[in-house]
C-alpha cells in the first residue's frame, strides 16, 4: 500500500527505480577486507556474517544501536522479545564479537531503552569500562491510562581503557540566560549579549532534553521506526571522535551514524540487514555532500531546543567541513 503524505511532508524514501540504482553502490563481503576497503562504505549483509572478514583493531567509535528487547517490525525483518537470560545471551555474543574490532584507546555508545538497560548494563559493565549513562527526552510514545508515559531512551558510554580521547569544548550546550549576572564594573559573567538575546555555553549533562526526534516535515526523516535523530549522534561522534577517526556502526538502519560522520570529517563503515534502509542510508550519504547542515548544531555549538531559527552551520563552518570530507570522498 502506497502511503498518502501530506504536501509538506519531507520524509525521505527511495523508488524502486532508486533502489536498484543505490544498490549498486552497496558492498558486500566474502573475503577477508582492509580498512581502506570498508572506508564510508555501507554493508549490506547480516553482521555475524560479515564478522569474520573484518579487520582487527580498526574502530575508533562504536556506535551500537541493536534491536531493544521488545517485538518490533524492521521492514519485514522481525525481531521478537526475549526472556531476560535469552536476550542477555544474545547481546553479550554481539558484544564479545566487536572486541577485537576495537582499538584498545575506542570509545562505545550503546543505545536501550529503560527495559532493556537493565539487561545491557551487566554485560557492558563486563566487558568495558562504564563511564556514565546518558538519558535524553525522546518526546514521542503513546500515553497510558494506567501508567507514566515512557518518552526517554538510554545511551550507555563506555570505553576500552583508561585511555580515551573526549571533548568536551566540542559539545558544549548554548542555552539563554533569564537572570544574568554581572561583575562589579557591568559586564556580562560567564555569558554574552548578541542581537538575538543573552547566552552562555554550558558543559553537557548526562540528561538530554534539547533532542528533536525527526519527524515529517524533517529532511532527515524517514519511515524508520526507531531512527536517531542527527543532533544526538553529532554529540556522540564530536565528544568522543577526532577528524579522520574511524566510526562503526554495525546496526546501521536509516544511515544515522554514518551520515554524521561523513558530515563532521570522521571515517566510517556501517552495517545493515535490509536493503532499502541501506538505500536510504547511500540517498542521505548523497545529500550530505551538498549540504553538512545539522539541525541543532550550528557554528561549533548545539543550540538548545528552538532557540535558534536557522540552526545550519555557517558558510565558513560548511566549507571547512567540506574540506575535511573531500579526503574522503575520492
Not at 18 to 24: F, K, N
Not at 108 to 131: E, G, M
Not at 237 to 262: E, I, N, Y
Request: aromatic share 12%; charged share 25%; proline share 5%.
Amino acid at each position: 500500500m502506497i502511503k498518502v503524505r501530506a504536501p509538506r511532508n519531507r520524509t525521505l524514501t527511495c523508488t524502486d527505480a532508486e533502489i536498484a540504482e543505490l544498490s549498486a553502490g552497496l558492498l558486500r563481503v566474502s573475503t577477508k577486507i582492509g580498512i581502506d576497503s570498508l572506508m564510508n562504505r555501507v554493508i549490506n549483509q547480516d553482521y555475524f556474517e560479515v564478522l569474520p572478514f573484518l579487520p582487527s583493531e580498526f574502530v575508533d567509535l562504536l556506535i551500537l544501536d541493536p534491536p531493544y528487547n521488545l517485538t518490533k517490525n524492521y521492514n519485514g525483518h522481525v525481531f521478537r522479545s526475549k526472556e531476560a537470560d535469552e536476550y542477555i545471551s544474545w547481546f553479550d555474543g554481539i558484544i564479545s564479537s566487536l572486541i577485537p574490532l576495537l582499538r584498545t584507546t575506542a570509545s562505545i555508545y550503546v543505545c536501550s531503552d529503560w527495559q532493556t538497560s537493565n539487561l545491557a548494563f551487566p554485560v557492558l559493565d563486563k566487558h568495558f569500562h562504564v563511564r556514565n549513562r546518558i538519558t535524553w527526552e525522546r518526546e514521542k510514545g503513546r500515553g497510558s491510562k494506567s501508567n507514566w508515559k515512557n518518552n526517554t531512551e538510554d545511551i550507555w558510554y563506555c570505553t576500552m581503557g583508561e585511555e580515551f580521547f573526549f571533548d568536551v569544548e566540542a559539545v558544549k550546550l548554548k542555552r539563554r540566560v533569564i537572570a544574568p549576572y554581572r561583575t562589579d564594573d557591568g559586564q556580562p559573567k560567564d555569558w554574552e549579549k548578541t542581537q538575538n538575546g543573552n547566552y552562555r555555553l554550558t558543559h553537557p549533562s548526562n540528561l538530554w532534553s534539547d533532542i528533536t526526534i525527526p519527524f515529517w516535515s524533517m529532511p532527515e526523516n524517514t519511515d524508520h521506526p526507531t531512527q536517531k535523530p542527527e543532533k544526538l549522534m553529532a554529540r556522540l561522534v564530536l565528544a568522543s571522535s577526532r577528524p579522520k577517526d574511524f566510526v562503526f556502526d554495525p546496526f546501521l538502519g536509516s544511515g544515522t551514524t554514518a551520515v554524521v560522520a561523513r558530515k563532521l570529517g570522521r571515517r566510517f563503515c556501517g552495517i545493515e540487514l535490509n536493503r532499502e534502509y541501506c538505500c536510504w542510508a547511500l540517498k542521505r550519504l548523497k545529500q550530505a555532500e551538498a549540504d553538512s547542515g545539522i539541525q541543532g548544531y550550528a557554528d561549533g555549538v548545539f543550540w538548545e531546543r528552538n532557540s535558534l531559527n536557522d540552526q545550519k552551520p555557517s558558510k565558513a563552518t560548511r566549507t571547512s567541513h567540506a574540506a575535511t570530507l573531500g579526503h574522503f570522498n575520492e
